[in-house]
């Protein structure tokens, strides 16, 4: 299920680009265009692998940020709490 989800992300997403080259009067199946997408992948392989890096290094700062933010919580006592419902 999880697969077929990500296909049709990644179709609304080649259909954005089919589109917006379409205004500029280029028309170009999805097929082709994804084509294209994976020949400069592939020609920029560095690239391409140094804009995941980076990704994934701000995703982990990110959460790493978020960890470390105290969060206020009001003080409980669950084993009075669970004792009042028995």
């Keep these: 299920m999880e697969s077929t989800k990500n296909v049709a992300i990644n179709n609304v ?3 954005e680009i089919q589109e917006s080259l379409a205004r500029d009067e280029i028309k ?3 097929e082709e265009l994804l084509d294209i997408i994976i020949d400069l992948s592939a020609k920029n ?3 391409v692998l140094e804009t995941i890096k980076n990704r994934r290094k701000k995703s982990d700062f990110l959460m790493k ?3 470390s933010t ?3 919580t009001d ?3 669950a084993v009075h709490d669970h004792d009042l419902v028995i």
Excluded: G
């Design 13 to 15: 997403h080649l259909r």
């Design 28 to 30: 170009i199946s999805l």
């Design 45 to 47: 392989k560095q690239k």
């Design 65 to 67: 940020e978020w960890l």
């Design 70 to 72: 105290p969060i206020e």
């Design 75 to 77: 003080k409980t006592d």
